[in-house]
């Protein structure tokens, strides 16, 4: 089967740094995906991971450990815009185009 | 560039009723794919549209159906709704099947009454 599993609420305070988690088992691996989505709104790429490591864009980082089928997502200097949902997806070389996402991480980010 | 856009922006059927919601991708994108999102949960794969043809399909029954335009835009067909088909559905296009980045749209809120 094909799951994902990331933590359901994080809140922090502005400024803050949050860590939001994903660990995954798939059958086969591309790479890993975060996605934010405001409520009601698009889900907005964020970062891409193929190969272990840290990757970072901004305030935000995105890191992966394919032996450890483990990936997280680290948002710095938190603002309250940051308020959202946060999905991790992964793509696997079976599926071609196909995204599996997580269940999401609602961060909810107070003054 | 507009972005990926979808149609309607929100739609109430009635059970029993079919829906065809639309697409149209970002500029430069070939590739469109369909996901269902219930509330509170991601989104779930419902199938992909590339060179006019349906190339993946996630665990959706029959009656969810579709259709690629030569211009790229896509079609989602959904028959006999049922209440459960209540959910955001969401057009995602990329240039190629591959690409590692989705652009999505606003999404379609389908209620079921």
């Not at chain 1, 309250?80 to 185009?97: E, I, L, T």
């Amino acid at each position: 089967g094909q799951s994902l599993e990331q933590p359901s609420e994080v809140t922090a305070v502005e400024g803050a740094i949050v860590q939001i988690n994903c660990t995954y088992q798939t059958s086969g691996f591309y790479g890993l995906s975060w996605y934010q989505q405001h409520d009601g709104g698009a889900p907005t790429f964020l970062s891409y991971n193929a190969l272990d490591g840290l990757e970072e864009t901004g305030r935000f980082s995105s890191f992966l450990s394919r032996s450890d089928s483990y990936g997280y997502l680290l948002l710095q200097e938190l603002q309250m815009k940051d308020s959202a949902s946060y999905f991790c997806a992964v793509r696997a070389p079976a599926q071609g185009g196909k995204l599996i996402f997580g269940q999401g991480t609602e961060l909810s980010v107070k003054p | 560039d507009a972005g990926v856009t979808q149609s309607p922006t929100h739609l109430i059927k009635t059970r029993g009723q079919q829906v065809t919601l639309r697409c149209s991708p970002k500029s430069g994108h070939d590739t469109v794919s369909w996901y269902q999102q219930a509330l509170g949960q991601g989104p779930q794969f419902i199938f992909q549209y590339y060179e006019e043809e349906e190339r993946q399909r996630g665990n959706f029954p029959d009656r969810f159906s579709g259709h690629q335009f030569p211009n790229y835009s896509s079609e989602l067909n959904v028959n006999a709704l049922l209440l459960g088909d209540s959910a955001l559905y969401l057009c995602a296009s990329s240039a190629g099947t591959g690409n590692t980045e989705a652009f999505f749209g606003q999404g379609t809120r389908l209620t079921v009454v």
